[in-house]
């Protein structure tokens, strides 16, 4: 698909190029054509003049003032039509490549969010085929239970993320925002990530009794984004470490890990809509696109802002900044 999409690209800019020349070309024609034919006119005009006339020089002024007002004439008119051109030329070009960018990153989208449906959807029916099938013990009952409902967390938070990108786009998301114990809905997701993956190591530092008008939903969805790429792109048995603490008039949600890191080209580039990293440990990992694209939107509508910094020596540090 990627080749298909270079030689596409291509085959555009040459037709691009070759028409944008030709359109510069016929306007220095033209130009040309309008001087030699004011030029023509002007030695024609002069011919019929009477050397002998007492007002001979009068007149050959007067045609050499013309020709010279037509000749700037054709020069501001021609600087203007070029200015335009080359104006629309510029919009063109970016439009048409970022209109095939987007459509790149939306199949990619469109596959990468296909295979993160069809799994958990699989393993579901797997794990409810078992439980039919066979007479296992509790604790393996337990175990492939929890298993399916981790499954159909997931299933439901990757729903939910496409909805809320699809009504934030479109401008019909109702927000109703309320005062918030930001504290306690934070140590909730913590407490649910912990149970959902018992294995990882999540240290948290929540400062209590920090309050946000804000909408529940939009920040369970920040916070619980943050932390899920904090897992997802850092290895197994590395740290994660979840902050939230208020200075004067701002309110900081840190989320640090140890994992890959971001580039530095690439910094601004993952809160965009379904861009996902170069690094082939990010490609490699589950995930749309959506999540990063979704938290910037979120700290926009709560009047705030989310950065990026690589950790040392390794990782990376989202933080999410609340203006109170």
Not at 13 to 21: E, K, Q
Not at 70 to 83: D, S, V, Y
Not at 143 to 171: F, M, Y
Not at 227 to 234: Q, R
Request: glycine share 4%; hydrophobic share 40%.
């Amino acid at each position: 698909m990627i080749s298909y999409v270079k030689k596409k690209l291509i085959i555009i800019t040459a037709v691009y190029w070759f028409l944008l020349l030709y359109i510069i070309a016929a306007l220095l024609f033209w130009f040309i054509e309008l001087n030699n034919h004011a030029i023509s006119t002007a030695k024609e005009q002069t011919t019929f003049l009477d050397k002998n006339s007492t007002d001979y020089q009068q007149k050959l002024d007067k045609i050499k003032d013309t020709l010279s007002r037509k000749k700037t004439q054709f020069i501001g008119e021609g600087l203007t039509f070029f200015a335009v051109i080359m104006i629309g030329a510029v919009y063109v070009y970016r439009a048409t490549r970022r209109q095939i960018k987007l459509s790149v990153q939306q199949q990619n989208f469109m596959m990468a969010v296909t295979h993160e449906l069809k799994t958990p959807i699989a393993i579901t029916k797997l794990n409810l085929e078992t439980l039919q099938k066979r007479k296992l013990e509790e604790s393996q009952q337990h175990k492939i239970i929890n298993n399916t409902l981790h499954e159909a967390n997931r299933l439901n938070s990757l729903c939910n993320n496409i909805l809320l990108a699809a009504q934030l786009d479109s401008g019909v998301y109702n927000s109703t925002k309320q005062e918030i114990n930001f504290s306690e809905l934070l140590d909730e997701c913590i407490k649910d990530f912990v149970n959902r993956f018992p294995q990882r190591k999540i240290q948290a530092d929540i400062q209590q009794q920090i309050y946000i008008n804000g909408e529940t939903l939009l920040l369970q969805m920040l916070a619980n984004n943050l932390i899920e790429n904090a897992i997802k792109y850092s290895p197994k048995e590395k740290h994660i470490q979840v902050k939230l603490s208020q200075q004067q008039s701002k309110i900081n949600l840190t989320v640090i890990d140890e994992g890959f890191g971001v580039p530095i080209s690439e910094r601004k580039k993952i809160f965009e809509k379904f861009y996902r990293s170069g690094n082939e440990n990010t490609r490699t990992a589950k995930g749309t696109g959506l999540g990063l694209y979704l938290c910037s939107k979120i700290m926009e509508s709560h009047n705030g802002n989310i950065s990026m910094t690589n950790n040392t020596p390794q990782g990376s540090i989202f933080v999410a900044t609340f203006k109170v």
